[in-house]
Each structure stands twice: as structure tokens, then as C-alpha cells.
């Protein structure tokens, strides 16, 4: 198996993927190989000064990179040979099984769904993102922000692919999955929520617990949080901002330590056919080596064809 | 000027209501009477224990309570003898100026809405809710939940109605207005945000600053933060869960401890004719004490009429 890494993505780029690179190693034998795509002069000069391994290693040179604030169409089809660009077109072709950036976040997006495309079945992929929770575990919150607009179906959608997600690479057993709403009973909520509620229900890939509410998504009432893109987008970033207004109040806690979104490394893109991690930009070495892991464990536990194998049924 | 207080909403009626009110009495001399709606029986000698003045105030025999659980209209249509149903029918008929009650919050606004009856111009009255922010100051959330499915209109709305009580209320000159969004620029967001935001950049009744997002909210980026009931419900529970997580952690701190949404009493009725203040089922006396201030205010600064006035404009 082979993961490649965009190691010009990120404001830290490419030290802190080395860095990343070297811890993922340092943890023991990987029956993996890793192809890293960027600027061979900056790549290979820092692999020697880590004293990475180079036997399972390959660099693939990128003569260009596409920066956080280009469009990220525009920049896809104009850099050809951007190491985001190179990276899609090794995934698409089969030379790689799995491709992680901490690069532009839309290019990624847009490569992830062009190049390699959603899974037969899957309308709209979706992106995730981990909820940090009290006793230490986390939580999926499906979507994060990539479909503004949704309809009851992708939110059923969400629901299967976040399920499987958090059953095979974050290890729960059956995942409760929970419906973000306004109100515990059935009925409540806006007409999206309603409808998604009935498809929920009725769903045979997942096991539903209901309704949840706003004060639910930062305890452990439900493995995976379902909600439109929108919401979760504004939930997430007001997560994130709980790390932000602990540090300034100079609170020392654990669980609010926990809410520093740098250390989980890179979030799913799912429902697409192959394993895409897009990083936070300012990922540094513990995130690249947590996204590595992910992908890794992506492919062993061959997410992928389990996802296939459902959307095949025509949920 | 007379404000009518539901003595039996809320967990701890009548009991904190009448603490509530020696408080405001004790804060010194008020060009106020209050109308007490409960039952006599058992306001009358909680009155005398707390040394309350009798000369201001009017006790209104209600035989009837409208629980927590029971359905609005229902409740509202066979009770009539209700602490609720009474306030509404005093308010409507001019028997007093406005009404505060802690008790059912559907049956409250049912009431608001058919007995008193939406501002001229006004589609849908919202429900705002404070938001603390780190400087001390408070912020305010339109809509926390009444509209679950909103139109770009009805944003644009509430803005307004927002607006008008951030700055004769909460004080704030000009106050800001940030439409919560799930990015900053201009064309950002779901469907019902992007027309949002042409409405509200084109609004001359508020200053609005653009979008905010997620991050923004616990912060003092904007005064007025505008969303659908949706988004506002979600976002107001997972603030008020912060509160419970920091307690649970042993977290001290002045700040963190200003999301304990019991403080601040109760959240105004905006767009609805006349001042109708709806507390928390938790309220304590000082919330009560609050939610009388609040009203005071609204009369005062003849709130009702300054909204009037612009929607009369046909905004």
C-alpha cells in the first residue's frame, strides 16, 4: 500500500511534514510505502537532516504549489504541476491508494470529487470533522461545511458514511448517530430536519438514537452528529473557538486542551471512491503523522469497499 | 406604566418571583406598578414575608396553571383562567403594559403572537437571546429558535428589530450587525444566507458589518448576530452547554461562569406589539428581578413605538 502526502501543504510546509514523516516511523515496522510530492530541492535535503528512511520512500517532484487563497478550479486546471494536482492524478491513475494535503482546502475538495469522484449511489460526499468529548473519545460531525444546501437524502447520506467511518477507523461498535436539531421529539425542527428524521428512521445501515440537541454535541450522547454543511460548519468553528477562549482566560484543563483542532490531524473527505485527508493549514508534525495513520488505517480496514458494498444496495 | 408578572411560571413560582420583585423594589423608588397573576393563596403571604410594599401592586387571582409540559394552544384555548391566558388577556385589553412570565414557552408565544399580534410590517416576530462575550458585554442572537425555516425577509427582520433593541436596551450606539455565515465574503453560505446578505447590505435601518462565522460568536465581533431559528437554536444550547462543561471540569472562571444563561432573565419577544418577556424555566429572583428591568426599559424607551415607526416605512 502507498500513501502519498502533499509536502507543500500547510503554513508549516515542508518541515512539519517531515517532522510528521519521522514520527510516523519512529512508531514501528509499517507495511507501507509513502510518495511525497513537492519541491524535491526543499523536500529531500530535510529526509536526510530527519534521518528518515529513504527505502520506502518516493519523491515525486511538483514544480508548482497552489496557495491557501487561490480559486481552487481555477488553480487545479492551472497548475498541472502542483503537487495537489500531481497528487490527484497519481490517486487517479492507481499509482497511489491514498492522497493527504494540508493544502487549499476548495482544491482539494474540487480534486477530490473530479479526479477521483463520488461512489456510485453517493449524491453528495461529505466532509467530517471530530468533536472532542469529556471521556476522552471523539465524536463525527457530518458535514462540516462542504454542501451549504442539503436535502433529507444526503443527510441520510451522512448519516451511513459517517456510521462507517466511525465503526471501522474510530472504533465504536454499532455508533449511535444522532440528528442535530432544535428538539428531543420526533417532528420538531426545520423541514430539512423533519424529513431527514423519517429517512433516519428508517434506515437499515445505522443505528439511529433520535434527535439531538445543541447542548448534546460537545457531551457523548451520540458517536456520530449528523446535520446540513451550514450548521455544521457554524458548530465546528464555534468548537474551535472554545480552545481559543480557554487559552485566553489562561484555563489549564485537559478536556478543554482537547479542543485544540491542530491535533487531529486532517478530516475525511467521504463518499468519495478513494481515501482523501485534507489538513488544517496550520497542521504541524503530530497532525501529519495522525493523518498518515488515518489513511493507513483507511485502507487496511478497506473503508472504501465496505462504503461500496452499501451504496451498491441503492440506499 | 404597569408590568404584569406571571407568578407561577417557571420551576421555583411563586417562591423566586417574589424574591425577584423585592429585589427591583430594593434597587430604590419606581414610576412602576406590577400586576401579579397567580394564585392568591399562596402569593398574598409570600408578599407580606418578604416585606414587599403593597401600594404598587395588584395581585390578579388566576385558578389555573399552564404546566411546563402541555401543549401550547390547547392549554392556552381551555384555560382561561390561567396565570398565562390572564396576563395575555390583560396586555391585549390595556389593563397593563406589559407581561413576563417563565412559565410554558410555546404557550407564551402562542399568546404573543395571536393575542397581541405581530408590529404592522413585521412577517414573523423572533425571540433574541444574549450572548456573553469576554469584554463583559452581551451580545444578541436573532433568531434563537422560534423560526425554524426563515426567508431572507424574515433575516432582514429581524436584523432590524434586533438592531433597535441592542441600541435602546442593551445601549449599544449603532449597534453591529454580522449575518452568521459559514465564511466572510460576500457570496458566501447557503442559499437563504447569500439573498440574506444582499437584504441586509442594502438595509438602511441597521449597520451591518458583513458576515461572521462560528469562531465569531463568543466573541464581540458583532452586537446583533442574525441567523435562522435553526442555526440560533443550535448555537444558543451549545453556548449554554459550555457553562456546564467548564462546571464539570472545576473551572473557575469569571467569564466562563457568565454562560450560566440563568443570570440574564428572560429573552424579549421582538416584532410583537406590545413587551413580552419570556424567562427561563430555571429562572432564580435574579432573573425575575431582571426580566422587570428589561421591561421597564422597553416602556420607557418606547421600544414598541420605535419599531413601529420603521416598519411603518414598509422596510
Redesign the interface.
Known sequence: MDIALDMMGGDYAPLEAVKGISLFFAEGVKNITLTLIGDEAAVKPLLLTHAIPLDNITVVHASQVIKMQEHPTKALREKQQSSIAIGFHLLASGKTDAFISAGNTGAMMVGALFSIKAIDGVARPTIGAYIPR?NGTLGLLVDA?IN??CKPENLAQFAILGSLYAEHILGYQHPKVGL?N?GEEEGK???L?QAAYTLLKESKHINFIGNI???????DKSDVMV?????G??????????Y??AQ??G?Q?E??DRFNFEMYGGVPVLGVAKPVIIGHGISKDFAFKNMILIAQRMLEKELMQKMKDVFVQKV
Chains 1, 2 share one sequence.
Open positions: 469529556e461545511g451549504a444546501d442535530i432544535i425542527g426545520n423541514l430536519a440537541e445543541g447542548r448534546d454535541i460537545l457531551l446535520c446540513d454543511g451550514f450548521t460548519n457554524v458548530v465546528l468553528k464555534m468548537a474551535e473557538s472554545i481559543d477562549l485566553r482566560r484555563i484543563d478536556h478543554f
